[in-house]
């Protein structure tokens, strides 16, 4: 593609998309797992909904026989209503959320009306994730924990896997979670891997993608505070591979400045920048290539790989690619 027309495709992205919920097509694995984008709304109010929490209550809605919610944040109350309602008309629900958080006035609600709700018991790391499934057939995970920001405020993503084999996967994770232990358990087939933290070592597979990267690599961070990430990014782009990247503003001030790798980044010529979103950039991305998107609740620091409960994914589909390539461009256009 031209510079211009390039141009011209990103000027469309960025005034022609209007402010509704971006709604991409499905994909299907060569295992016959389908798996379809959403990326959260940034400029809405949550009382006028259109976000993609209306397809988070849809699913629960429609729940017939289970739900499970692993999450950490957790304050959208129409979600909330949404699970209590389900768990009123007989759908087993169980929930698992962070020890610091399993006082939150949501998750003390669906604990009085008498939904399984269990925490991490660990007050040294974080149960991260934000994964939900729906009737062993739906899995819905991503950067987005339930809030109103997260959906119509925040640069978030989320990813539905309609398939009873990756439920399975998750089921396995929520089923440890619940009982607190930790095997690895990675999935990985042709073009779709999916990898829990801590068991998985998460860091050394993001590692490989970075340095087998031939042409280039666009990313976007809400917490960057990994060396050995960082390394490995100056010594592509000393190679010449093109590297683009935008980190959360929030995170590069105060006392989190000294921690985070923007500084060094930027001293090393990368073309790095500060998000333009004036509340969060929660994105957790890197698209290599142009073909391989990796997305979920890892952060990108150490604690993220050794100590909290974390899930990636990575979908090899230069088509699904291309739909992160444009809300990259969208959020990069807009960073300084």
Same mark, same amino acid.
């Given at each position: 593609?031209?510079?211009?027309?390039?141009?011209?495709?990103?000027?469309?992205?960025?005034?022609?998309?209007?402010?509704?919920?971006?709604?991409?097509?499905?994909?299907?694995?060569?295992?016959?797992?389908?798996?379809?984008?959403?990326?959260?709304?940034?400029?809405?109010?949550?009382?006028?909904?259109?976000?993609?929490?209306?397809?988070?209550?849809?699913?629960? $809605?429609? %729940?017939?026989? #289970?739900?499970? @919610?692993? &999450? /950490?944040?957790?304050?959208? +109350?129409?979600?909330?209503?949404?699970? !209590?309602?389900?768990?009123?008309?007989?759908?087993?629900?169980?929930?698992?959320?962070?020890?610091?958080?399993?006082?939150?006035?949501?998750?003390?609600?669906?604990?009085?009306?008498?939904?399984?709700?269990?925490?991490?018991?660990?007050?040294?790391?974080?149960?991260?994730?934000?994964?939900?499934?729906?009737?062993?057939?739906?899995?819905?995970?991503?950067?987005?924990?339930?809030?109103?920001?997260?959906?119509?405020?925040?640069?978030?993503?989320?990813?539905?896997?309609?398939?009873?084999?990756?439920?399975?996967?998750?089921?396995?994770?929520?089923?440890?979670?619940?009982?607190?232990?930790?095997? $690895?358990? %990675?999935?990985? #087939?042709?073009? @779709?891997? &999916? /990898?829990?933290?801590?068991? +998985?070592?998460?860091?050394?597979?993001? !590692?490989?993608?970075?340095?087998?990267?031939?042409?280039?690599?666009?990313?976007?961070?809400?917490?960057?505070?990994?060396?050995?990430?960082?390394?490995?990014?100056?010594?592509?782009?000393?190679?010449?591979?093109?590297?683009?990247?935008?980190?959360?503003?929030?995170?590069?001030?105060?006392?989190?400045?000294?921690?985070?790798?923007?500084?060094?980044?930027?001293?090393?010529?990368?073309?790095?920048?500060?998000?333009?979103?004036?509340?969060?950039?929660?994105?957790?991305?890197?698209?290599?290539?142009?073909?391989?998107?990796?997305?979920?609740?890892?952060?990108?620091?150490?604690?993220?790989?050794? $100590?909290?409960?974390?899930? #990636?994914?990575?979908?090899?589909?230069?088509?699904?690619?291309?739909?992160?390539?444009?809300?990259?461009?969208?959020?990069?256009?807009?960073?300084?």
């Amino acid at each position: 593609m031209s510079k211009v027309l390039f141009s011209i495709f990103i000027f469309l992205l960025l005034f022609g998309c209007g402010s509704g919920r971006k709604d991409f097509p499905s994909y299907s694995s060569t295992d016959g797992v389908t798996i379809k984008p959403y990326f959260s709304l940034t400029n809405s109010k949550y009382k006028e909904g259109g976000g993609v929490d209306d397809m988070l209550i849809s699913e629960i $809605e429609n %729940a017939k026989k #289970s739900i499970r @919610l692993a &999450i /950490y944040g957790f304050s959208n +109350d129409r979600i909330r209503d949404a699970i !209590l309602n389900a768990h009123k008309k007989g759908v087993d629900t169980k929930v698992i959320t962070d020890d610091k958080r399993a006082n939150s006035e949501n998750i003390l609600m669906l604990k009085e009306a008498g939904i399984d709700v269990v925490d991490d018991e660990n007050p040294y790391a974080l149960m991260h994730h934000k994964f939900l499934i729906i009737d062993e057939n739906v899995v819905w995970s991503g950067s987005a924990n339930y809030s109103y920001y997260a959906f119509y405020k925040n640069n978030e993503n989320l990813v539905k896997f309609t398939s009873s084999k990756i439920a399975q996967v998750y089921l396995e994770e929520f089923n440890e979670l619940y009982h607190h232990v930790d095997k $690895e358990g %990675a999935f990985v #087939s042709e073009n @779709l891997e &999916i /990898y829990f933290s801590p068991e +998985d070592d998460f860091e050394q597979r993001l !590692l490989a993608l970075i340095e087998n990267a031939h042409e280039s690599i666009d990313f976007l961070a809400f917490a960057f505070t990994n060396k050995k990430i960082s390394d490995a990014l100056k010594e592509q782009y000393d190679k010449g591979i093109a590297i683009r990247g935008v980190f959360d503003k929030e995170q590069h001030e105060g006392f989190l400045k000294r921690y985070s790798k923007y500084d060094t980044l930027l001293e090393h010529r990368l073309n790095v920048k500060l998000d333009g979103n004036t509340q969060t950039m929660h994105n957790k991305v890197f698209i290599i290539d142009q073909k391989t998107v990796v997305t979920g609740s890892y952060n990108y620091t150490v604690k993220a790989n050794e $100590e909290n409960n974390e899930n #990636s994914i990575i979908v090899h589909n230069s088509e699904f690619a291309s739909r992160y390539q444009s809300e990259f461009e969208e959020i990069f256009a807009l960073a300084h």
